[in-house]
């Protein structure tokens, strides 16, 4: 018999699957063509959600319309009573919430006349002064006015008590997170005034200015319904002293401004204050006094 030997045949085995057997980097590489197959397919699906992707538009941004409000952070009303009985006068401003009931108004007025010492007459009066205006705020309710971002020129021209301020600046109507209050204390503490009614006052100019660019917005927006020929309010004009002192300055912009003022306008920024005598307070009281009698 033939004898057989077993290493041989082994190491035989062994040649001969080496020669004809898989490859060991044959795993990696079909590892590896199978994910670059895989990415492709997904570069496929991916292909059309791109071209399906819109184009949005960077220009500027279109009136938005919202139902009537003050374009500050709190929707306070400005009030301004000016009343006189028999010889006396009362004169005062300030802001008033417009959900607040009537009878407070009728607390205020008593609570009012009682501190200052005015006949009971008073009452009646000023009763009748804040209410109107709180009735005019309110009928403007429930109406549209459009809001943007538009810059507008507000102008300060007041005197309190013994202190005279004139100030001019821009203020974006659009940005309903603005305070009037917030801006009139920042401002007297950078002009080192130190008269605490003068704040306020400032506070209450400044929403005059505004309650009225709202109040013409809403009017532009109605006429707009009417008339019907655009769904662009037409631009407004007013005849009121608060609109035409914002007014005044827009002469001095153009269409396209700038943030970075030209030398030649800088005194247009330019705040003053002024002190001025008891003896001048009195003299300037008559002659007020006398205007408001001839207007």
Known sequence: ???????????????????????RSSKPLLEKKKRKKSEQQRRRRKRPAAREMKTVSLGAARPTAVKFRMPTRDNLVPIRVDVEVDGQRYRDAFTWNPRDPDSEIISFAKRTAKDLKLPASFVPQMLHSIQGQLAEFRSYEGEEMQIREKIV???????????????????DIGNLDSDPEEFARTLCEDLNITDPEVGPAIA??????LYEIASQSVSAMREAKVSKKGRRAPEFASNSKAMNN??????????????????????????????????????????????????
Do not use: H
């Not at 057989?4 to 898989?22: D, K, Q, R, S, T």
């Not at 507000?154 to 301020?165: M, S």
């Open 204 to 209: 209450v100019s400044i929403r005059e200015q």
């Open 246 to 295: 914002s007014l005044d300055l827009f002469k001095y912009f153009g269409s396209k401004g700038s943030v970075v003022r030209k030398r030649k306008e800088w005194y247009l920024y330019e705040p003053v204050v002024e002190a001025i005598a008891n003896e001048e307070v009195g003299g300037n009281d008559a002659t007020e006094e006398i205007n408001s009698r001839n207007a």
């Open 1 to 23: 018999m033939m004898e057989v030997n077993l290493g041989f045949c082994w190491a035989l085995y062994e040649a001969l699957w080496a020669f004809y057997g898989p490859s």
């Open 153 to 171: 020129p507000l102008k300060i021209d007041l005197r309190i008590n013994n202190t005279v301020v004139r100030d001019q600046f821009l203020w």
